[in-house]
């Protein structure tokens, strides 16, 4: 399946804006809602440096926060994703040579964390990494498979192909709100299934 | 009531919520249910994507973010971006303002010019709009000058307009009545628009 991670990134322009905004005008819980957003693939780019899942967390962690201090400076030149995965690559790479290793030499494409020479770099390969993600990614198929299949087109027209509601509801010939609804339901049947896999502490809390 | 508010953060997530993102935004910030839904609809699509390279570590910085920069100064400067909707009413605003202060200059000008004009022929009836009669070049250049220019008379009306006392009477009166138009029009501080041409000896000029 298809790797799209700038459709969805460019369709995700006017609400980075609103929230880079709100933070700009004193609102912290607007930077929250932009971790929550992007913290998988800070973290996913990060682990190409990176090896270990610890310390992957705490550089993510640190990208952030150097996010957040930086903000001021941040004028919508460039995307906000594209400024934060600068943000993210030199934080991992300063982090590599503070701690004696070294940085590798060519740099990470942001959208599919190759680099130039056309090989990927570390990721998380230890065998408890692989297993989650196994796990994760069964679940998912399982889960698209059992799924009526205009959720299923829905969602996956959304996710892979990054299409937008006006296309989607164009390609299956029927109203908009019905590929909202049928988007939303699609995710609901499918956070059901990966909640006890990638459960948010908020959700273990209320659970 | 849930389902409503979670199909909407659902829409946020793909950033199809148009005019109404605001408002889901406000909700998300007040609602942890809302919030933890956005968290993990982005995640699901995360995933989803990175299926075929399977390279993808789950990490979870975002409490620990949050508690970090609680410490941390509170951002507060002027929004100045590029993607930033401009207030182009605004613009439109200025833009209609100089044009209409243009247009109320231009008009009050023309209606003092013909006012003064009207008057001029109304209490001159036996001088008259003086006709300009061209010579040369440079004269034509100082008719265009003035809207209501003196410019080269023939010698027996000018023995006539520049006759002493008569033509001084003339002259003050209508400097009289620009003086009062000018005050009716706010237009205090403006020289008469008049040019009088002396041919030397007799005449009186301005």
Known sequence: ?207 | MKKARLEQVSSLVDDEQGGSGKSVVDDLLKDAESRDAWQRYHELGDWMRNMADGGMVRVDVADRVSAAIEGEPTLLFPVNHRQAPISRPSRRGWSQQLAGIGIAAAVATVTVLLFQQHEFLETEPDVGVVAINETTPAEKEKAVLGPASLAKVDASEEDELLSGELFQQKLDAYLASHVKQSAGYRAQGLLPNIRAVDHGGTGKGN
């Not at chain 1, 150097?66 to 994703?81: E, T, W």
């Not at chain 1, 690559?89 to 190759?114: C, F, M």
Request: with cysteine.
């Open chain 1, 1 to 207: 399946m298809a790797d799209a991670p700038n459709q969805r990134s460019n369709n995700s322009a006017n609400i980075d804006v609103e929230l880079v905004r709100r933070v700009q005008q004193g609102d912290k819980g607007a930077f929250d809602l932009l971790v929550r957003k992007y913290q998988q693939r800070v973290g996913k780019l990060v682990s190409r440096f990176i090896a270990d899942r610890s310390e992957v967390e705490d550089v993510t962690q640190e990208a952030f926060i150097k996010a957040y201090r930086a903000l001021p400076n941040f004028r919508g030149d460039s995307a906000f994703y594209t400024w934060l995965y600068r943000i993210a690559t030199n934080t991992a790479k300063n982090y590599l040579v503070a701690a004696g290793r070294r940085p590798p030499r060519s740099d990470v494409d942001i959208t599919t964390g190759a680099t130039e020479q056309g090989f990927e770099l570390e990721g998380d390969q230890s065998p408890e990494g692989e297993m989650a993600s196994e796990e994760i990614h069964r679940v998912i198929r399982q889960a698209l498979e059992q799924m009526p299949e205009e959720l299923r087109l829905a969602l996956t027209m959304c996710e892979f192909d990054g299409f937008s509601y006006d296309e989607i509801a164009e390609v299956m010939e029927c109203p908009i709100g019905t590929v909202r609804s049928r988007i939303f339901r699609a995710r609901q049947s499918l956070d059901k299934k990966l909640r006890p896999l990638i459960s948010t502490n908020e959700v273990e809390e209320a659970v």
